[in-house]
């Protein structure tokens, strides 16, 4: 060995001299010149704030009041989450429709973000959980965005803070938060963009080759595709955990976007498509080796489903709701409500000025790749919004719309044909900022018009706080713990009356113990519809039944020894410890006198009367 050769010692030196160590004193550097990215960071936190504001005076008792159902469910969900943490924690759940239970993966359960905050839930409650997330998934995507914006297509901060805002702050995100955590947790999409990207640029042998490297020598960075691939698969597989839906549109949006950029850039397909698809082999075959169980247990294991419940004919945006404006906007009129199905899905509600400034931006950007293949994306994913069908001002056209082509395509045929339009937002969005950029960085008229058309037509869009509502209390029962006293941990409490799709209010029960103890029925996707297919809910017992039309009549049936029988084998068919009813539900005094004859007398423990089956 030469004398000049460094030892293994000597190298590790050199190593720690090329990288020192980030101590305490390099903060205040590195924090001053990533400032005007935590002001960025610190100004899309406070809009999501502002946004949600009126659930925290007290998340436990304040509800959003458009959605208020699907809060109730997914604040279980966070609280049947948060049990990973206690070492309690399946992919079938016994906590709901006992005896049978639910399965986690074939439910939008947001496990990820419920196991990730589980130590919140723990701490201060699922609703405290389901209020930051409400909020975070906004800020949070409309960051990543920003961070895409800046840093791989090297915008101005100015243009990317403007399209990540329309990115986590659209009428589609913010219609979305009421209670649907799942669709709003997108700030892993701009990370699965940029992975692509980056698998694209190493692939490309021109694209890394340096100054003195002749473009002929230069072959594909195979350590970089290796490195993308594997990114690629980790980040898809948690995606997964966090919203399937979401993962599925953008897919779909980057196989249309990539095919157009193949057909506008032959060059580049021809360059790179080879190592390209190589690396997505790759990550395709990682994620389906961390993916197969789980997606298996989801559409074939126990109460999984293969199928999606949801019609698209019914869940297909109307025509007219492109160009109308969101009634959650600044300039939005409750009128547009009639254009869709509810206040969640105000997907489409983009008006009619951001869609011309669009078209114009595009225009005068010219052909470049990336506009034409955000352009047909954008015309791709707005067409199978449509559905099987279009309507046009809620009337059902002959009109046969592009969705209709994935009809009888298993699991593709039970997406939400409206919720295509949430991935064209990203997609208007980067046209805005291409073309926000380019004006920016010239000298002519450009550089005033084109950011006063894109702020007038953006500005009917700007965001309202979320309406909510005060909701009931949980009854002390349950939160000062008394229902230990007749049930214990993991057994069955049967609520009066049981929580179903429509009324799913004693689940909060279940939610504020942690998820400690089980109920049955209750508000979840199971194979419960005819011949196994996909229902909401399960097939409700007599005994259930009976007890639903007191609540809702007030009237008191005749109840005899075939009642009484059937009530028995409900509670034993439930492998209930308890029933419970609370003394402010609804025409309490029939539902005692009804159950104590089919149960016997109650006992009377804090604001509730409990009866041991």
């Given amino acids: ?170 009428p589609g995100m913010v219609s979305q938060t009421n209670s649907h955590l799942h669709m709003t947790a997108q700030w892993l999409v701009p990370v699965i963009v940029w992975l692509v990207v980056r698998l694209l640029r190493a692939a490309d042998p021109v694209a890394h080759a340096g100054r003195g490297t002749p473009r002929r020598t230069a072959g594909p960075d195979r350590r970089r595709i290796a490195t993308s691939a594997v990114a690629l698969a980790a980040v898809v597989s948690v995606q997964v955990f966090v919203g399937e839906e979401v993962l599925f549109l953008a897919a779909l949006t980057l196989l249309v976007m990539a095919v157009t950029y193949a057909v506008t850039d032959r060059d580049l397909a021809r360059r790179a498509l080879p190592s390209f698809a190589g690396g997505m082999l790759i990550a395709t075959g990682l994620a389906v080796l961390v993916l197969g169980w789980p997606l298996w247990f989801q559409f074939a294991g126990p109460q999984g489903v293969a199928d999606g419940m949801f019609s698209p004919h019914y869940f297909s945006a109307d025509l007219r709701s492109w160009w109308a404006v969101s009634p959650l906007s600044l300039l939005g009129t409750d009128g547009a409500a009639r254009l869709t199905t509810g206040p969640a899905e105000y997907n489409t509600f983009l008006g009619w000025p951001l869609l011309l400034v669009t078209a114009a931006c595009a225009l005068w950007l010219g052909r470049r790749p990336l506009v034409v293949a955000c352009v047909v994306g954008i015309l791709v994913t707005g067409a199978l919004s449509l559905g099987p069908q279009v309507v046009v001002g809620g009337e059902r056209t002959a009109l046969p719309g592009p969705y209709a082509l994935l009809a009888g395509l298993p699991v593709v045929d039970g997406a939400l044909p409206m919720r295509f339009a949430l991935a064209a937002l990203p997609l208007i969005a980067t046209v805005l900022v291409l073309a926000l950029d380019r004006a920016l960085r010239g000298v002519g008229r450009s550089r005033r018009w084109v950011p006063a058309a894109v702020g007038v037509a953006l500005l009917p869009l700007f965001p309202l706080p979320l309406p909510t509502a005060v909701r009931p209390p949980v009854p002390e029962f349950i939160t000062a713990g008394h229902w230990r006293q007749c049930v214990p941990p993991g057994g069955v409490l049967v609520p009066v009356p049981l929580a179903t799709p429509p009324e799913p209010w004693p689940m909060r029960w279940a939610t504020a113990a942690d998820a400690e103890f089980g109920m049955p029925e209750g508000f979840f996707i199971g194979p419960y519809g005819r011949n196994g297919k996909a229902a909401m809910g399960t097939s409700r017992r007599p005994t259930a039944r009976l007890l639903d039309g007191v609540w809702k009549r007030g009237l008191q049936p005749a109840v005899g020894e075939d009642q009484r029988r059937q009530a028995a084998e409900d509670a034993d068919f439930w492998d209930a410890s308890c029933v419970v009813l609370t003394v402010d539900t609804r025409h309490a005094d029939s539902l005692r006198g009804t159950l104590e004859q089919l149960y016997g007398p109650s006992t009377r423990v804090a604001d509730a009367w409990i009866w041991r089956v």
């Avoid at 049947?80 to 359960?109: E, Q």
Wanted: with cysteine; aromatic share 8%.
């Fill in 1 to 170: 060995m030469s004398s000049a050769a460094p030892t293994a010692s000597d190298a590790a030196a050199q190593v720690v001299r090329a990288a020192p160590r980030l101590s305490l004193r390099h903060w205040p550097a590195l924090l001053a010149r990533r400032r005007v990215d935590l002001a960025v960071l610190l100004s899309f936190l406070l809009l999501a704030g502002w946004l949600t504001k009126g659930l925290w005076p007290d998340p436990a008792v304040r509800v959003l009041s458009l959605n208020p159902e699907d809060q109730a469910l997914y604040e279980w969900f966070l609280a049947v989450d948060a049990r990973a943490l206690l070492g309690d924690f399946g992919l079938l759940t016994d906590r709901l429709n006992a005896p049978d239970g639910v399965n986690l993966m074939t439910n939008t359960t947001v496990i990820a973000l419920g196991v990730l905050l589980s130590p919140v839930t723990l701490l201060f409650g699922a609703p405290v959980t389901f209020a930051l997330l409400a909020g975070v998934n906004l800020a949070g995507t409309a960051f990543a965005w920003y961070l895409l914006y800046t840093r791989t297509l090297g915008a101005r901060r100015a243009a990317a803070v403007t399209g990540a805002g329309l990115c986590g702050f659209g």
